[in-house]
């Protein structure tokens, strides 16, 4: 039932040092944590009844409800544990340690009970508090070690699996396990974790972007010279280090597009491969560049959580075409310390997640004070892009989604012409259209700021390694980079930021503005994803310059929220698999800047009254865990 090498002991120098051992029970993989988290007195003698072979065995610490501890109480122990944590199974039920207040009758230990030996927190101390769940036990010493199930990366959104060090610090995951031959990454058992005021993400499990850096670490930013070139990093910065003060607990990080550049699968993916969207036949680009939290929010329910970032669209697609709820937040929200950057002036840091509930959650952990969660909100809808009539089934659920909303808010809707709204006005007299004026914005903004600040010192750190020499660089990142210092002047980017700054200042004061009493005074929405399918075995055209302006850039420019929210889902038939499959449908909300916290507390109350559901993973959004298409 239990099998694993046993582990050497490296003692004679001053430390002992337990290297961490990986264990399957019952045909599962596991991993023991290489440092001890407690040590229970005294349990050598009450273990010397265990025949076992190797020094670490599975042990559960169990919390008995107020109240007598019986057989009955501790069946429904057991039954809880297994309905609630992915890591707990019986198995671990070999050597169980009871924390109980009241009185305590151990159940028989049978012929054939799971269980061989019990411990009793009265009788045998334990060094540390220790909450409930599966752990490893070392016979000779009595230290107990946390339990990591391990899973395989099938979608390849991971770039590696993460542990904690214990002293703030993070290592990679020494662990493998066949599944895709893709990384491994551990998950500590949920049972350890109780949300509380402080730790309102208490054992959320988060995938971060490996943009961020995190003390311990490297970080490729998707490259894999820079990968190689520089040491773990030293700081972890201030948003990562929001959500793990949080209670949050990372897992590893995840894939991004190279240096957040919009890349399409799978051609432009050349340093590392485009990870995959499980929705509909597994084989849809899974977008870019927070394309790795996309694919494991979207493929596993062992993530609760993906930090990511979006300058030009980096959370909002990914979310929208792997099926996530996924905010682009205000501009300037937390700050961006330790974070490779694009342009300082469009960067915003967002996360991806299937709940609305820990959405909200998560944005006060990280926002803090610059969020605001409005009770009352706007009763003036305005949509872009909105069909009047429905013609496709991703149509009928928009057009429902919104009906619903209008309810929901007793509110008017108008479709907003933006441009003629624009054209209207003085500005474009002198400026001209939308297009023209910000068409070009975008491009220079990302190609000239992050060549500068970012580019230039990591070729030179490169050519001093490696005596002169120039890294690889994806076609799409190199692209633009060339484009803005060939075809743009350097004083481009000063006129870009003034040509920005004209556009939010008059959408600001003129369409989405501030309220009183609801934040923002209208909210705007328009169509996310229609479930279209975009197949990534299509060989397309070499990447260009990201210009032009559409309904996507308004928050870029106004510095305006820019939330896409999971409506549901529309068939197509499928060239892969032969049939009919389901892509996601999303709307993408908009409000005035700062009003994030009205739409995250909206679209708590439209999931609490069933408009918007929490969404599954796997091919379909709606079944819970379905299977993964491969
Ligand atoms: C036992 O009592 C202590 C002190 O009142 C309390 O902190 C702890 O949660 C209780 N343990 C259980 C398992 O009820
Ligand atoms: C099992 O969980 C339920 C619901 O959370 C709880 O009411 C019950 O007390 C738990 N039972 C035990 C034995 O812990
Ligand atoms: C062993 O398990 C069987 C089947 O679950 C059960 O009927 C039997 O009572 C158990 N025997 C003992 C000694 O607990
Ligand atoms: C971390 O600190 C060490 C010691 O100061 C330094 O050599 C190293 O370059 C730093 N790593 C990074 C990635 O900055
Ligand atoms: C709130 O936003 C302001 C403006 O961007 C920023 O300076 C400040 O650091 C933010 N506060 C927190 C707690 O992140
Ligand atoms: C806005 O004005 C431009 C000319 O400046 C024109 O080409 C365009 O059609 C107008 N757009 C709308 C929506 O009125
Ligand atoms: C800024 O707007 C002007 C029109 O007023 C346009 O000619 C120019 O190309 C724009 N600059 C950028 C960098 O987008
Ligand atoms: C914007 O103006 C340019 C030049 O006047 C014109 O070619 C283009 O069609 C216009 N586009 C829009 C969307 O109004
Ligand atoms: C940039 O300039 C080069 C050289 O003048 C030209 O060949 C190229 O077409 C330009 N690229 C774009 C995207 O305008
Ligand atoms: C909104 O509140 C501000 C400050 O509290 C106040 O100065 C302003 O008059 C109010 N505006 C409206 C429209 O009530
Ligand atoms: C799928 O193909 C069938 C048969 O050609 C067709 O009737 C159906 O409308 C198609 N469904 C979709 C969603 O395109």
């Not at 290489?34 to 010397?48: D, E, F, Y």
């Not at 009871?98 to 159940?107: C, E, M, Q, R």
């Not at 003129?510 to 005074?521: G, P, Y």
């Not at 990201?546 to 870029?556: E, L």
């Amino acid at each position: 039932m239990v099998s694993f090498k046993l582990h050497p002991l490296v003692a004679g120098a001053l430390l002992a040092v337990l290297a961490s051992a990986n264990v399957n029970i019952n045909g599962i993989p596991y991993h023991a944590s290489s440092k001890p988290v407690a040590k229970i007195a005294g349990s050598g003698t009450a273990l010397k009844s265990l025949t076992t072979t190797s020094d670490l065995v599975p042990l559960t610490v169990v919390e008995s409800p107020s109240g007598a501890f019986t057989s009955a109480v501790f069946d429904g122990i057991v039954q809880n544990y297994t309905a609630s944590d992915d890591v707990f199974t019986t198995g671990f039920l070999q050597v169980v340690y009871v924390k109980a207040n009241g009185s305590v009758t151990l159940p028989k230990v049978s012929g054939n009970s799971t269980t061989s030996v019990f411990l009793q927190s009265s009788k045998n101390a334990c060094s540390a508090s220790l909450p409930k769940g599966p752990y490893f036990l070392s016979v000779s010493t009595g230290e107990v070690y946390q339990a990591y199930r391990l899973y395989s990366d099938i979608q390849g959104a991971f770039t590696e699996g993460v542990v904690e060090n214990g002293d703030g610090t993070f290592d990679v995951l020494s662990a493998a396990i066949s599944g895709a031959q893709s990384p491994t990454i551990g998950v500590l058992s949920r049972l350890y974790y109780t949300k509380s005021a402080e730790k309102p993400l208490a054992g959320v499990r988060l995938g971060v972007k490996d943009i961020y850096h995190i003390a311990g670490l490297k970080t490729s930013c998707g490259n894999r010279a820079y990968y190689d070139l520089y040491s773990k990093q030293n700081a972890t910065g201030t948003a990562v280090q929001r959500l793990i003060d949080a209670g949050a607990v990372i897992v590893g990080k995840m894939k991004t597009s190279q240096f957040a550049n919009g890349e399409t699968a799978t051609a432009d993916w050349v340093d590392y491969h485009s990870p995959f969207n499980a929705r509909g036949d597994g084989y849809q680009d899974p977008s870019s560049s927070s394309s790795g939290p996309g694919a494991g929010i979207g493929a596993y329910p062992w993530l609760d959580l993906g930090l990511g970032s979006d300058t030009g669209g980096s959370i909002r697609n990914p979310s929208q075409v792997n099926g996530c709820f996924g905010n682009r937040p205000s501009h300037g929200l937390v700050p961006l310390d330790s974070v490779m950057p694009m342009s300082p002036v469009l960067d915003t840091s967002g996360f991806l997640c299937r709940d609305a509930e820990l959405w909200k959650t998560t944005a006060k952990a990280l926002y803090q004070e610059n969020v605001t969660f409005w009770e009352n909100y706007p009763a003036k809808i305005y949509t872009s892009g909105f069909p009047t009539e429905a013609s496709t089934e991703a149509e009928v659920v928009l057009l429902s989604f919104l009906d619903q909303l209008k309810t929901f808010l007793s509110a008017t809707v108008t479709e907003l012409d933006y441009n003629a709204l624009w054209n209207a006005t003085d500005l474009a007299a002198s400026h001209g259209n939308l297009s023209t004026f910000l068409g070009y914005v975008y491009p220079t903004l990302i190609a000239q700021q992050q060549y500068n600040q970012f580019t230039l010192p990591f070729y030179a750190d490169y050519a001093k390694a490696f005596n002169g020499r120039k890294p690889f660089i994806d076609p799409s990142p190199l692209s633009r980079w060339t484009w803005g210092q060939v075809n743009m002047s350097a004083s481009a980017t000063d006129e870009a930021i003034a040509n920005k700054t004209i556009f939010m200042d008059w959408w600001t004061s003129e369409v989405l503005v501030r309220d009183n009493a609801t934040c923002s005074d209208s909210i705007m929405l328009y169509p996310g994803t229609l479930a279209t399918p975009t197949y990534r075995n299509v060989y397309r055209s070499a990447p260009g310059i990201p210009s032009g302006f559409s309904v996507s850039r308004i928050s870029n420019f106004a510095e305006v929220p820019d939330m896409v929210v999971p409506i549901g889902q529309a068939a197509y038939n499928s060239t892969i698999t032969l049939q009919s499959e389901y892509l996601p449908v999303a709307v993408d909300i908009l409000a005035a800047k700062g009003c994030d916290g009205m739409i995250f507390s909206l679209v708590e109350k439209l999931q609490s009254a069933g408009i918007v559901k929490a969404v599954g993973t796997g091919s379909t959004m709606y079944a819970g865990e379905d299977e993964i298409l491969m």
